[in-house]
């Protein structure tokens, strides 16, 4: 018997899956900002101007941030902390503002302050508090690397309290200091990464004093002096001060000084100034 006749119909089935190619993915970009992190904050971000409310501990810390910022920024840049507006003409980018506890103080002494973050509640509260305080500041909802995308430089940079709730620390703070203007200047706030830090900022804090909602930080996120340091001596700046925000349990409030060991503050610049 002769063998029934083979089909070429399979065969032309596989040339044509064959010819067909799937279209290559765009790569994904990578981003500095934590989607679980930000929807954190913004479950309570209507409370961001309520002294007694979630943001309690941030409007506590805020008189001694903001008197350091003054005086590093002003040594910085020549000017007269004592005088009215000494950071006239100088522009400055607050990344994580939420609802601008510090972008408001800082634009009333002198500075063109633009504020991101990547809350929308956020930056609608920050607009509105502003108008209601006459302020111009320029609010958007934005990552850091939106900016740099857009090419945006100014001469002051700021991360307060943010860092630590980032995606990718290093690539955070290299895309913030590029943000830099030549001659600038970089400041970040967070918490050092040490059992003190574990025994204040998460079991006394958030479970013991519940000064802060549970789950607010994540300890292992957390991140030494020494290692932003490296981080931002990569991106050619230089470490100028650390500082330690410290908190005095007798009703002495927080206290610049002492070892680092929990919160702290960092300022750098670019040692040739470019």
Same mark, same amino acid.
């Given at each position: ?9 399979? $065969?032309?089935? $596989? ?5 067909? $190619? ?13 989607? #679980? ?45 004592? #005088? ?74 700021? #991360? ?74 990569? #991106?050619?700046?230089?470490? $100028? ?34």
């Amino acid at each position: 018997m002769r063998g029934k006749p083979m089909t070429t119909a399979p $065969r032309r089935q $596989r040339a044509r899956r064959a010819g067909r $190619r799937r279209p290559i993915a765009a790569p994904r970009r990578r981003s500095t900002v934590d989607a #679980s992190e930000v929807a954190n904050f913004a479950a309570v971000a209507r409370a961001w101007w309520d002294p007694n409310g979630e943001f309690r501990p941030l409007h506590q810390l805020n008189p001694v941030r903001l008197t350091f910022l003054r005086d590093q920024l002003a040594h910085h840049f020549g000017r007269d902390p004592t #005088s009215t507006c000494p950071f006239k003409g100088l522009t400055l980018l607050d990344i994580g503002c939420g609802g601008g506890i510090v972008a408001e103080p800082l634009a009333r002494l002198g500075f063109a302050v633009t504020g991101i973050d990547a809350d929308a509640t956020a930056i609608r509260i920050a607009r509105a508090h502003a108008a209601d305080a006459g302020l111009a500041i320029d609010y958007q909802q934005a990552a850091a690397e939106d900016m740099a995308r857009a090419r945006k430089r100014f001469d002051a940079v700021l #991360s307060l309290e943010v860092i630590e709730h980032s995606a990718d620390p290093a690539l955070f703070l290299a895309t913030a200091t590029s943000l830099m203007a030549p001659g600038g200047a970089f400041a970040l706030s967070t918490l050092s990464r040490t059992l003190h830090s574990f025994l204040f900022a998460i079991v006394g804090a958030e479970y013991l004093l519940r000064w802060v909602p549970r789950g607010t930080h994540r300890w292992s996120k957390f991140i030494r002096p020494s290692e932003v340091a490296e981080m931002l001596r990569k #991106s050619g700046l230089e470490t $100028r001060t650390v500082t330690a925000l410290n908190y005095a349990p007798d009703g002495g409030g927080w206290r610049l000084g002492g070892r680092p060991n929990v919160n702290y503050l960092l300022f750098a610049s670019n040692p040739s100034g470019k």
